[in-house]
């Protein structure tokens, strides 16, 4: 993929706009390499640069087949959220102590991706406000509230009850009628991230080589990447290419679903915001399944997203990505269910992205086919802007062979369940789709939802809500 001829995300073109980059030419001749990464996206360029920083005497090198930030580094929501919500599938796959631990180093590391900007220079326009979570309706009210007594019993919550009084202002939406604060999150314009983290890559001494897409794999020691124009003899490897990994190895599959979110953004309304809110800086997750997540921009922008609109059929990623959305019509009505006195009729940009969702709803990383020089880490779920940064530390522990609490931890341990194969996987995600969508729509009227709704919404992770922010 050429992603400059593609419809790029809205982040994406502002953040190349912003930088005005040189042609990002291909690998045209054979290199060899100490550590090869293929992805040039949030996965990727936080491990070359942890790997460089350890490792400085170390060649690394970087080959991704578009512009680093033309996959879902770029086209996410930009919400630097965490995994306390998590806490109940992290402590059920391993265990209270351990799902602790991941709880508090996810909080933690949206404060390090803060400091190693303002140390580098990079101008993502990070805000580190914190993030609501909210229920919009009845049926909402109350699912956060369990899980804030557990994390209070570890001494590991960051989640506050929000005053009703002042709750519309903060978040900008009346629609709002509870809601916990955590100051623990943020957002980010995520393409200038993931370019900011190119160019202190670059600067440490990381060869990054764009256009360059991974042909195949050859297994051995060293490893061998063929591309287009050459080839890369490498010692070690780091296959970080998320969703993209179903296309190029078999073996995973059935351990995603490729799901996109989709986004709208307004055009700049600066003086509509300052008077209706939300608060500057602030990310707004609600309770549903497929969740709405909203928040501002520098420039005085609301951006609005859902997720789980659509699955692909046999995990397909291209049409996921770089395209405008096919559910206008849909977030147009969300939009303005939630934002009413913003009275938009047309916004300034839509796109659609990719997430690549684990059937636990968390990454995991490990050693592809036994190949102990050849690493990998995927499925991010939809929570990754902060969490890749974790995702490095892991893989990074890997390459080095010097960090076992991070290289033997429970993510660490490659995919946890598997996904039915199609076509019984799409009809299956579709039956449970249109069952969600009818239950919250039920619910958003205040009405009881079908029982047969209620039981298949299950079967997308919804007992427990709070567990799918």
């Not at 059920?92 to 303002?118: D, H, N």
């Not at 179903?246 to 989709?262: E, G, L, N, P, Y």
Request: charged share 20%; with cysteine; net charge positive.
């Amino acid at each position: 993929m050429n992603a400059t001829k593609k419809h790029l995300s809205y982040w994406l073109k502002d953040a190349l706009a912003k930088e005005q980059p040189s042609e990002a030419l291909p690998l045209l001749k054979n290199i060899q390499t100490d550590v090869l990464i293929v992805g040039g996206g949030y996965t990727g360029l936080w491990t070359a640069i942890l790997h460089k920083q350890q490792a400085p005497n170390k060649k690394v090198t970087i080959i991704e087949k578009g512009l680093c930030g033309s996959g879902a580094s770029g086209a996410n929501g930009g919400c630097l959220l965490t995994w306390s919500s998590k806490y109940p599938t992290l402590k059920k796959l391993f265990g209270e102590q351990q799902a602790k631990w991941l709880v508090k180093e996810s909080e933690q590391v949206v404060f390090e991706i803060e400091r190693f900007c303002s140390e580098h220079n990079i101008d993502a326009q990070l805000f580190i406000k914190g993030s609501f979570y909210t229920a919009t309706n009845s049926a909402q009210q109350g699912l956060m509230t369990p899980l804030v007594a557990e994390l209070a019993r570890l001494k590991i919550n960051s989640w506050k009850p929000q005053d009703k009084a002042t709750l519309a202002v903060k978040t900008g939406s009346e629609q709002n009628s509870e809601a916990y604060f955590s100051l623990a999150a943020g957002t980010v314009q995520p393409a200038l991230l993931a370019r900011g983290l190119r160019t202190v890559a670059l600067s440490l001494g990381v060869d990054i080589f764009e256009n360059t897409e991974m042909k195949s794999l050859h297994y051995g020691l060293p490893a061998t990447v063929v591309t287009e124009h050459a080839s890369i003899k490498a010692k070690q490897v780091v296959l970080a290419i998320n969703a993209w990994m179903v296309d190029k190895f078999k073996a995973f599959k059935r351990s995603i679903v490729v799901v996109s979110s989709d986004m709208v953004i307004t055009k700049p309304i600066p003086e509509l915001l300052k008077k209706h809110g939300p608060e500057q800086g602030v990310s707004v997750v609600d309770s549903r399944i497929f969740v709405h997540y909203y928040r501002d921009t520098a420039d005085g922008r609301l951006m609005l997203g859902k997720g789980g609109n659509r699955f692909s059929f046999a995990n397909q990623v291209e049409p996921m990505f770089n395209q405008k959305t096919r559910y206008i019509a849909l977030l147009t009505t969300a939009f303005n269910t939630l934002f009413p006195k913003l009275n938009i009729s047309e916004f300034g940009d839509s796109w659609t992205g990719g997430s690549d969702r684990s059937v636990t709803g968390l990454p995991f990383f490990g050693n592809i086919k036994g190949q102990y020089n050849i690493f990998y880490g995927l499925g991010y779920s939809g929570n990754g802007v902060a969490q890749t940064r974790i995702g490095a530390k892991i893989l990074t522990a890997m390459l080095l062979g010097n960090n076992e609490k991070w290289s033997s931890c429970g993510l660490a341990g490659g995919p946890r369940g598997y996904f039915p194969p199609e076509p019984f996987r799409w009809l299956g995600a579709m039956t449970v789709r249109n069952a969600v969508r009818r239950k919250e729509d039920a619910e958003d009227n205040e009405k009881k939802p079908l029982i047969v709704d209620k039981w298949l919404a299950k079967l997308a992770g919804a007992a427990g809500k709070a567990d799918k922010l």
